[in-house]
């Protein structure tokens, strides 16, 4: 299975493995991992799932769609080319050992 | 330590679980829910999940090994029958009884069917509720059978946009004028209109659901109009009625709703209740919500309230529905508005409604326009409201406007309530 850092504001490290197929959301949701909220679950609506990709990765995952773009444009300290919503991040092998860091709040 | 038992395993009740295990609480929690499965979600039951494109693992709100390591101890398949008070135990429809310290409720609501006597329970019947009422209707979503929804609010338009995208003949019904008469203004029912008419859905406004008929089966609809229509099946989405009902036969205090303070209180100081189920004071009125993100912080709320903390819940409402291709987010409550003003996003299709009350922002409507969704949530949070006029003039740029000098930049003010 891919394995997934996710950095928390404050530095604090969780690397996890997260199953082919579920959002880079729902490996945080599942793990218990704090500073992603997801209030909807994953329909791309709350914005509550804002990261920050690893400039590493940000040129291998796919583009973000103009709902997305949109949402990010007004979420809480958003950062152009690395903010991202975790929800509509599909994880499959080729995002093994992806980095993602929480902001500060999710607004 | 006190021994939590909370009887209703939905989001609310998940929430609260999960809230009191974050927070510190030691002591034995028990989940009691009526349903089979793992707590799940319910918004995709009438959008990715009922069009095929979501498993069921994937609405599961966590998986099931979360709540064993936390020792959540989830109890699926089985009711509460009675709450005993005085005695501090709930008696479960499997015969035993089981004590508690602070009980919390989070029983959801039930929707409403239509009549038995009317043909409301005849096989090929449905409501939009659980898991298994759409399990049981997926099998009737085969291209080019005719369904018939009873019902325009959102749960009957998203099940309209389903049965439309996969292929079937849809006629919705909505007894109302117009469809979403009770949620929103009509400019969001027009919009709405427009989109599952080009779709192919025959609407019939001011159309009601006289009988339904059939030989073992539902086969014909008697409308309020005097016509009769053919149909292979029906799914009713006519609204909820809270789950009060072992609320009521304890004694509490019920108000469109379990009636709870703002620590989620009911009238018994043990015992607590959030999400669809209860109604709680908002702005100076008393309100019930049927969405995820109330059950969520609501419940979130209550559980900080159970451990002791005396902080008031503050809803944030808010909501979304998708039909289609296109996402509806609405932000604040629209009760009591007295003028909208209509704004055309930036890209095509895009449009949000404005609801005031007076020069008070109250509400938007976003269709496919998160920019205007994300920026009235923050402004009606915060208490801004900028001129109707200025937030109807497409020109003005919704970033620009919150920013100190330019005319929507109206000092917040604080609320009551
Ligand atoms: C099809 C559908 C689509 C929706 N779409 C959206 C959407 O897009 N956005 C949004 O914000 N909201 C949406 N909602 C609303 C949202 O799902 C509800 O507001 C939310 O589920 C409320 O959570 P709850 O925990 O209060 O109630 P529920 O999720 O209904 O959970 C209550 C649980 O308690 C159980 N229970 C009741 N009585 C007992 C008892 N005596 N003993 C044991 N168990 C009991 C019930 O079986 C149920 O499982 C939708 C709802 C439906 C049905
Ligand atoms: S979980 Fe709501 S937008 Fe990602």
Redesign the pocket.
């Known amino acids: 299975m891919p394995r997934i850092t996710y950095i928390e504001h404050d530095g604090t490290e969780h690397t996890v493995e997260v199953g082919n197929g579920l959002s880079v959301m729902e490996g945080a949701r599942d793990n218990d991992i704090p500073g992603i909220e997801a209030d909807c679950g994953g329909a791309c609506a709350c914005a509550t799932c804002h990261v920050y990709v690893d400039p590493s990765w940000i040129g291998k995952i796919p583009a973000k769609d103009d709902a997305e773009a949109d949402m990010l444009d007004f979420a809480a300290a958003p950062t152009s080319g690395a903010s991202r919503l975790a929800c509509q991040i599909r994880v499959g092998d080729h995002l093994d050992g992806l980095i993602v860091r929480m902001p500060e709040t999710q607004g | 330590m006190s021994r939590v038992v909370i ?7 998940a929430s609260l679980a999960i809230k009191l295990r974050g927070l510190g609480h030691e002591g034995p929690i028990t989940l ?4 089979e499965a793992l707590p799940y979600q ?2 995709p ?2 959008k990715k999940y009922l069009l095929g494109e979501m498993e069921v693992e994937r609405l599961h709100l966590r998986p099931r090994s979360f709540y064993e390591e936390r020792r959540i101890e989830l109890r699926p398949g ?3 029958t009675s709450i005993d008070r005085a005695g501090k135990t709930v008696t479960l429809d499997d015969g035993t009884s089981l004590p508690y310290d602070q009980l919390a409720l ?4 039930e929707p409403l069917r239509l009549p038995a006597r009317l043909g409301g329970e005849l096989p090929g019947t449905y409501t ?2 659980t898991l298994r009422d759409v399990d049981a209707m997926a099998p009737e979503f085969v291209e080019g059978r005719r369904v018939l929804i009873v019902g325009g609010g ?2 009957g338009l998203e099940a309209a946009a389903v049965a439309a995208s996969r292929g079937l003949q849809v006629t919705l019904v909505e007894m109302a004028e117009r469809i979403l008469q009770r949620v929103a203004a009509p400019e969001t029912s027009t919009y709405f209109r427009e989109l599952h008419r080009g779709h192919g859905v025959d609407i019939r406004e001011g159309v009601g659901v006289a009988s339904l008929a059939g030989e073992g089966r539902v086969a014909t609809a008697a409308l309020s109009d005097g016509t009769t229509l053919a149909t292979d099946f029906v799914v009713v989405g006519v609204g909820v009625r809270p ?1 009060t009902g ?1 609320a009521e036969a304890a004694g509490l205090a019920i108000e469109n709703g379990i009636r709870v303070d703002a620590h989620g209180r009911t009238t018994d100081p043990s015992i607590f209740a959030a ?3 209860t109604s709680f004071p908002y702005r100076g009125q008393r309100v019930r919500l ?4 109330n ?1 969520i912080d609501q419940a979130e709320a209550a559980a900080a309230s159970m451990l002791g903390s005396g902080k008031d819940y503050e809803a944030r409402p808010w ?3 998708d039909q289609y291709d296109v996402k509806l987010q609405i932000a604040g409550l629209n009760a009591g508005y007295d003028r909208t003003v209509v704004r055309p996003g930036a890209r095509a299709g895009a449009l949000s409604v404005w609801y005031y009350r007076g020069s008070e922002l109250l509400a938007v409507d976003a269709m496919n326009d998160p920019r205007s969704y994300m920026t009235g949530k923050r402004w009606i949070e915060g208490g801004f409201s900028p001129p109707p006029a200025v937030v109807g003039d497409p020109q003005c740029d919704l970033k620009t406007l919150a920013a100190p000098g330019s005319p929507g930049a109206v000092p917040a003010t604080p609320r009551g309530g």
């Open positions: 009887i209703g395993a939905g989001q609310a009740g009691i829910g009526s349903e319910r918004p039951l009438s089985v009711a509460v989070t029983t959801g609501a939009v509720r959102y749960i789950a072992l999400g669809d189920c049927e969405s995820v993100p059950a909501f979304w529905s």
